[in-house]
Nanobody, 128 residues
Framework: QVQVVESGGGLVQAGGSLRLSCAASGRTFSMYVMGWFRQAPGKEREFVAAIRWSGGNADYADSMKGRFTISRDNAKITVYLQMNSLKPEDTAVYYC?????????????????????WGQGTQVTVSS
């Protein structure tokens, strides 16, 4: 089993920044990809960004490119999501997810069902 716990959410004004953290524990030797998703009220959970634990290759949803940066700290077994130039439409619950199975090299997992473990989520609210 693996546990993932998010932190760092909060209230910020439009144009501001936040950094989310996701700490993994348990059977962390089987980590392959860690990702961030978000879910706004009344909407489906959507992909934000993902990073391969080995190698650090990153992938972003188009609407987040240039504003969000995903990174990892191997020693702390933690993934970060730096969010800049936040907009009111970024308001959502942000979830961290972990894939504990190998994934192909050419693409990154972007679908909810491609991840095996999920955190409880952290609220991000961007005021206008």
């Amino acid at each position: 089993q693996v546990q993932v716990v998010e932190s760092g959410g909060g209230l910020v004004q439009a144009g501001g920044s936040l950094r989310l953290s996701c700490a993994a524990s348990g059977r962390t030797f089987s980590m392959y990809v860690m990702g961030w998703f978000r879910q706004a009220p009344g909407k489906e959970r959507e992909f934000v960004a993902a990073i391969r634990w080995s190698g650090g290759n990153a992938d972003y949803a188009d609407s987040m490119k240039g504003r969000f940066t995903i990174s990892r700290d191997n020693a702390k077994i933690t993934v970060y999501l730096q969010m800049n130039s936040l907009k009111p439409e970024d308001t959502a619950v942000y979830y961290c997810a972990l894939r504990s199975r190998p994934f192909g090299i050419a693409t990154m997992p972007r679908n909810v069902y491609e991840y095996d473990y999920w955190g409880q989520g952290t609220q991000v609210t961007v005021s206008s």
